[in-house]
């Protein structure tokens, strides 16, 4: 036994914002956005280890958490996690509304309580807080519409689910979460167990294929987000993410995230990045 508190140091991954599958502040965010977008990034880090961490009891997870939440709120009084109230202070001084921070916590939360989904709508219920406050906050940030949050919702949502299925394996093995939906693996015939095996037999990758195809569903929905940005360097970001979101389904859709790299690599995202820009800047130069 040790009587050792942790902190949420001791749980840190070591990743930063040039290991994530998708661009994090760019060079093309706007200068004035960039330091509130990578305040929110840290946060986002930070509570994604601990709820992650292998080792660390829900319970500790749990008090973790419950100090980031405190310190989006009490910041000046040197109240929680120095990261949650650096973000506090960044939000209250753009005006920019806390629920998405607050939101995100409760996806992490939930990590650490629920280890199984049990269909589509339950998975995309996650979604909303783990992934669409995230582009809910770059927006604010940008003073865009928030008559845009339904598109980059589905955008959101789609990155996040592109990430389960690529993980899926790995989320398994390592701390015994599976966001495929049950119902899904009930109805092909198998169990979380299959997610073990070296290979995904034939049963999995029918789950797998038809979770991508949803997912490329959500990618239609949001395929008009980046011409309905106003700021150009933002929907040029959104275009790029859009194209690689698109790219990993086709991956996904050819090969098995049990036995093979389902992951762009640097070589690739770049081309599709540099192509996604231009189209982007082609659509400001000749709408239409």
């Given at each position: 036994?040790?009587?050792?508190?942790?902190?949420?140091?001791?749980?840190?991954?070591?990743?930063?914002?040039?290991?994530?599958?998708?661009?994090?502040?760019?060079?093309?965010?706007?200068?004035?956005?960039?330091?509130?977008?990578?305040?929110?990034?840290?946060?986002?880090?930070?509570?994604?280890?601990?709820?992650?961490?292998?080792?660390?009891?829900?319970?500790?997870?749990?008090?973790?958490?419950?100090?980031?939440?405190?310190?989006?709120?009490?910041?000046?009084?040197?109240?929680?996690d120095?990261?949650?109230?650096?973000?506090?202070?960044?939000?209250?001084?753009?005006?920019?509304?806390?629920?998405?921070?607050?939101?995100?916590?409760?996806a992490?939360?939930?990590?650490?309580?629920?280890?199984?989904?049990?269909?589509?709508?339950?998975?995309?219920d996650?979604?909303r807080?783990?992934?669409?406050?995230?582009?809910?906050?770059?927006?604010?940030?940008?003073?865009?519409?928030?008559?845009?949050?339904?598109?980059?919702?589905?955008?959101?949502?789609?990155?996040?689910?592109?990430?389960?299925?690529?993980?899926?394996?790995?989320d398994?093995?390592?701390?015994?979460?599976?966001?495929?939906?049950?119902?899904?693996?009930?109805?092909?015939?198998?169990?979380?167990?299959?997610?073990?095996?070296?290979?995904?037999?034939?049963?999995?990758?029918?789950?797998?294929?038809?979770l991508?195809?949803?997912?490329?569903?959500?990618?239609?929905?949001?395929?008009?987000?980046?011409?309905?940005?106003?700021?150009?360097?933002?929907?040029?970001?959104?275009?790029?993410?859009?194209?690689?979101?698109?790219?990993?389904?086709?991956?996904?859709?050819?090969?098995?995230?049990?036995?093979?790299?389902?992951?762009?690599?640097?070589?690739?995202?770049?081309?599709?990045?540099?192509?996604?820009a231009?189209?982007?800047?082609?659509?400001?130069?000749?709408?239409?």
């Amino acid at each position: 036994m040790t009587d050792t508190i942790l902190t949420t140091a001791d749980l840190q991954s070591g990743k930063d914002h040039t290991g994530e599958n998708f661009p994090v502040a760019s060079f093309l965010v706007r200068p004035d956005a960039r330091a509130p977008v990578m305040a929110y990034y840290r946060f986002a880090r930070a509570a994604d280890d601990i709820a992650d961490h292998p080792t660390a009891s829900a319970q500790e997870k749990l008090r973790l958490l419950g100090l980031m939440r405190a310190g989006l709120e009490g910041g000046e009084a040197g109240i929680g996690d120095p990261l949650a109230q650096a973000l506090g202070t960044v939000c209250r001084e753009r005006g920019i509304s806390l629920a998405h921070a607050h939101d995100l916590l409760t996806a992490f939360e939930r990590d650490c309580t629920v280890d199984r989904y049990q269909d589509w709508a339950g998975l995309i219920d996650y979604c909303r807080y783990s992934a669409m406050p995230v582009g809910r906050f770059v927006l604010d940030c940008h003073e865009e519409d928030r008559v845009l949050w339904p598109m980059n919702d589905s955008l959101c949502a789609a990155l996040q689910i592109i990430n389960h299925l690529q993980d899926c394996a790995k989320d398994y093995r390592a701390i015994d979460r599976v966001y495929i939906p049950l119902d899904s693996l009930r109805a092909a015939g198998i169990g979380v167990e299959a997610l073990a095996e070296k290979r995904a037999n034939p049963a999995l990758r029918g789950v797998l294929t038809d979770l991508t195809l949803r997912t490329q569903g959500l990618l239609r929905a949001s395929a008009p987000f980046a011409d309905a940005i106003r700021d150009w360097r933002l929907a040029a970001e959104v275009a790029i993410i859009q194209r690689l979101a698109e790219d990993l389904c086709e991956v996904l859709l050819a090969r098995d995230p049990l036995s093979e790299k389902v992951h762009h690599t640097k070589g690739r995202a770049l081309t599709l990045a540099l192509r996604a820009a231009m189209r982007q800047a082609g659509h400001r130069i000749w709408p239409g």
